[in-house]
């Protein structure tokens, strides 16, 4: 149909002399159902209500593209859609992608399966190169995404590079990894996220640079905790809102790291607030500026000042044999403001900033 459009417009301009623009098709309101990933692209040019309708299955060395939404599209996901392992992806690609303006994407009582357990080697994005990333998100426009069950990514559940975007009631499950691998991630990086859960092996929430990014009431299990950053060289943090969040299970409850030697950003503006700790294994409450990956330093760097961090009503308790109720590593901090920190047992080391502070005393 599409070709049939252009001949036709051609010929009106071999036979008038003028110049003519072929109009685009109207975007239709009826619903455009998609039952086999084939049917995509259709739906993507030419509706603005798309129902993905599982079960099915996406086959090897196939991505669904969702990036060329129309503006105020609905896209409504029912049952399991499930992608087939892929040789050929590798970090950079994604196996599913959306975007567009106004967009609400409603995946409530829905499953996408990426098939990670056939990817995991115990080393997560450390390891081979041929694991996809699951869901990149470039909405804008006061966009939602809610709902969707997002199972067994095969590394980075969620990469965000849009804006004026809510998560709601977004469960990101990657338990299964808890007896095959330690170290899968799930990085909702998102800038409104909330009531979700997050049930992996890495950062719950991984904050690299952005701002105006808020995470609430949220439920993080068996990860490394709720994270700003790590932060490296060029890279900003400006204005982090969590409140009313749990974290159990975890390595770290929250926890702000930037990378050693690294220079021309910062971090500010960041506020933790109404903090559930449980059975955290390695530090409760952990900034430092010493990150390198897997291994940090023990000598935090100045390049990326930390500053204006508050810590309300941040507790809980430690697993048995955990490092440090409080860890702070600082080479350039300023304006910490911690009050009602109580995590038990006790047993902080804060250095580069006043021992004063609740939860270091």
Known sequence: MHALRLLLSLSAVLISGLTATAAPAPASSSTCT???????????STSTNIVLKGPFTVPAETKIDMSGLKAGTTVTVTGTITWAKSAKFTKSDFLFTLGGSGITFDGTGATFHGNGQLYWDTNGSNGVDNK????????????????????????????IGGSDTTFDGVTVDNSTGDTLSRRQEARPQHRTASNSIVKNQDDC???????????????CSGGHGISIGSVDTGKTVDGVTVTGCTISNSENGVRIKTVYDATGGY?????????????????????????ENGSPTGTPTAGIPISAV????????????????TYILCASCSGFTFSEINITPKNPSCTGVSTSLSGCS
Request: proline share 2%; net charge positive; with cysteine.
């Open 310 to 325: 508050t810590l309300t009503n941040v507790h809980g308790t430690m697993a048995s044999g955990a490092k440090y109720s």
């Open 34 to 44: 998609v039952t086999s990933a084939s049917q995509v692209a259709n739906c993507v």
């Open 132 to 159: 996809p990333k699951f869901f990149k998100v470039l909405t804008t426009g006061g966009s939602t995404i809610k709902g969707i069950t997002m199972m067994n990514s095969p590394i980075h559940c969620f990469s």
């Open 205 to 219: 929430l991984a904050i690299n640079s952005g701002s105006n990014i808020k995470f609430l009431n949220n439920n």
């Open 267 to 291: 971090v500010k503006n960041v506020a933790y607030t109404d903090i559930t700790l449980s059975s955290i294994t390695k530090y409760g409450i952990v900034i430092e500026q010493d990150y």
